[in-house]
T-cell receptor, first 110, second 114 residues
Framework: GEDVEQSLFLSVREGDSSVINCTYTDSSSTYLYWYKQEPGAGLQLLTYIFSNMDMKQDQRLTVLLNKKDKHLSLRIADTQTGDSAIYFCAERLGDYKLSFGAGTTVTVRA | ETGVTQTPRHLVMGMTNKKSLKCEQHLGHNAMYWYKQSAKKPLELMFVYNFKEQTENNSVPSRFSPECPNSSHLFLHLHTLQPEDSALYLC?????????????FGPGTRLLVL
């Protein structure tokens, strides 16, 4: 099975908060990442969190890390139509290898 | 713009063709990567180069042949591909392979093998 798991789809109303969840399996992961992929584009790094942190906030983005449960979440406050994209969770294994989830497609409806 | 460019953006090729994908990074990085992204599957790491030396070949079939002539350029040479090789091929770069170095991705080449 996959090392990193995410739900495939999320639909959210414009202005509401979006929460994207991710579970990972390697407890030795040092960094965990959230990437955003818009249609026809590559992956854009949104934010990352070091494994000794519980929370990181960056403007509308809040990352929560529960190391005990190996659970990572990304909350997007005041979701806008421009937030519609595929969001990938990734864990860093060793020096440089990243293990990605399959991505969560977020659709923002008016 | 992430500072990583890829050409072509779209490519259609037959199974007997030979083509090459090009990646160029303008970030002064030393490490470069090729990933394969198939629909609704996690990204698959294919190759890693650090200071022009290949450090990772993730059991990729020999019909994919990477080339890294310098730290700024990375190629993926394709020959006798199969339809299941159709995917988005993403290039990425990072400062090096250590620490918290973030990987920056290009826009990808959408490949269709007929």
């Amino acid at each position: 099975g996959e090392d990193v798991e995410q739900s495939l789809f999320l639909s959210v109303r414009e202005g509401d908060s979006s929460v994207i969840n991710c579970t990972y399996t390697d407890s030795s992961s040092t960094y965990l990442y959230w990437y955003k992929q818009e249609p026809g584009a590559g992956l854009q790094l949104l934010t990352y969190i070091f494994s000794n942190m519980d929370m990181k906030q960056d403007q509308r983005l809040t990352v929560l890390l529960n190391k005990k449960d190996k659970h990572l979440s990304l909350r997007i406050a005041d979701t806008q139509t421009g937030d519609s994209a595929i969001y990938f969770c990734a864990e860093r294994l060793g020096d440089y290898k990243l293990s990605f989830g399959a991505g969560t497609t977020v659709t923002v409806r008016a | 713009e992430t500072g990583v460019t890829q050409t072509p953006r779209h490519l259609v090729m037959g199974m007997t063709n030979k083509k090459s994908l090009k990646c160029e990074q303008h970030l002064g990085h030393n490490a470069m990567y090729w990933y394969k992204q198939s629909a609704k599957k996690p990204l698959e790491l294919m190759f890693v180069y650090n200071f022009k030396e290949q450090t990772e070949n993730n059991s990729v079939p020999s019909r994919f042949s990477p080339e890294c002539p310098n730290s700024s350029h990375l190629f993926l040479h394709l020959h006798t591909l199969q339809p299941e090789d159709s995917a988005l091929y993403l290039c990425a770069s990072s400062q090096d392979l250590q620490g918290q170095e973030t990987q920056y991705f290009g826009p990808g080449t959408r490949l269709l093998v007929l």
